[in-house]
């Protein structure tokens, strides 16, 4: 319960301050990316149930405080819940988030530390951040953590993206504190000894890839282990890798594909990599990313020593 409780502080309690910071106006396509509920419904709650009252623009157009933005994501969380629309909007103000709260006792704490994170990205706000993490931190392991909250997460950062709703400077400064998270983590491993004799693990991102949080969280796990580990990071030439075969004897090479290479350029970055560095038969590849979510396996033959994972998780289990 202490969580719960400390997140909705955060989430309830810190309006003052957010609405100082950078972010405090949404269109209603924002609100829609943000939080699920389509535009149209969201209009017929104003119309109906009068439940958010927009800004209008001096050409009429509607904008949403952070303070809408908040109630709707209650709203969005009572309604999920099983509460009929015309129940809530019977709700005063200040009876939503209690409501929230009353529910989300017996709920997943999740959802509410995502919706916390969303608003210290929309907000660049970094004491919202660290205070959500440690106090998810504070009843779950770091792999929880990643798994149930951060995941999520990336996945619906790269939609809001794409719709705009968000920018590069907004996902740059999600990504970036996450990352120091897993680097953290990392460092709290280095007294660990690798297992004798152990495979060597080299992980790196192909060339002009730089999104390298799936692949950290990858060298986490791998030391977590006890396995050994070679972290070479973003955008590194294939040719490049070759250098590494003269230091170890039994290799697995694992690269994390986000937006390169292109679906239609993988066959071949497969068969050239094998080709160049799988020539020996302790020598393999693992890939995975959102690249290979498109990828027809069936289009052309995989290499023997090559596998493709759909998950870290499923990757982590077969270690």
Do not use: C
């Amino acid at each position: 319960m202490r969580i719960l409780d400390n997140l909705f502080v955060i989430l309830f309690n810190e309006r003052e301050k957010l609405m100082n910071n950078i972010r405090v106006n949404f269109s209603i396509k924002d609100l829609e990316n943000l939080t699920g509920i389509k535009a149209h419904t969201i209009r017929i709650w104003e119309k109906r149930y009068n439940l958010l009252e927009p800004n209008r623009s001096e050409t009429n157009i509607r904008n949403y405080s952070l303070g809408s933005l908040q109630k709707l994501l209650n709203i969005s969380f009572l309604n999920n819940s099983g509460y009929k629309i015309s129940k809530i909007a019977q709700l005063r103000e200040e009876e939503i988030p209690i409501k929230v709260r009353e529910i989300a006792s017996r709920a997943k704490v999740e959802d509410h530390a995502i919706n916390a994170l969303k608003l210290a990205m929309l907000n660049f706000d970094q004491v919202l951040f660290y205070n959500t993490y440690n106090n998810l931190i504070g009843s779950k392991t770091f792999s929880e953590v990643f798994y149930d909250v951060f995941l999520p997460l990336l996945n619906e950062i790269g939609l809001l993206w794409q719709t705009d709703t968000i920018t590069p400077a907004h996902e740059h400064f999600l990504t970036s504190h996450m990352k120091q998270k897993i680097l953290l983590n990392i460092e709290r491993l280095q007294s660990l000894e690798p297992k004798p004799d152990s495979r060597s693990f080299i992980l790196f991102l192909p060339d002009n890839e730089v999104h390298d949080i799936g692949l950290l969280f990858i060298n986490y796990q791998l030391r977590s282990k006890g396995y050994h580990t070679i972290f070479l990071g973003e955008s590194v030439p294939m040719d490049s890798l070759e250098s590494v075969l003269e230091f170890f004897n039994e290799i697995t090479f694992i690269s994390y594909f986000t937006v390169n290479p292109e679906v239609a350029e993988i066959p071949n970055y497969i068969k050239d990599f094998s080709e160049l560095l799988l020539r020996d038969e302790k020598t393999k590849l693992i890939l995975l990313g959102p690249k290979l979510i498109s990828l027809d396996e069936a289009s052309f033959e995989l290499p023997e020593r090559v596998k493709l994972y759909d998950s870290i998780e499923n990757l982590v289990k077969d270690l």
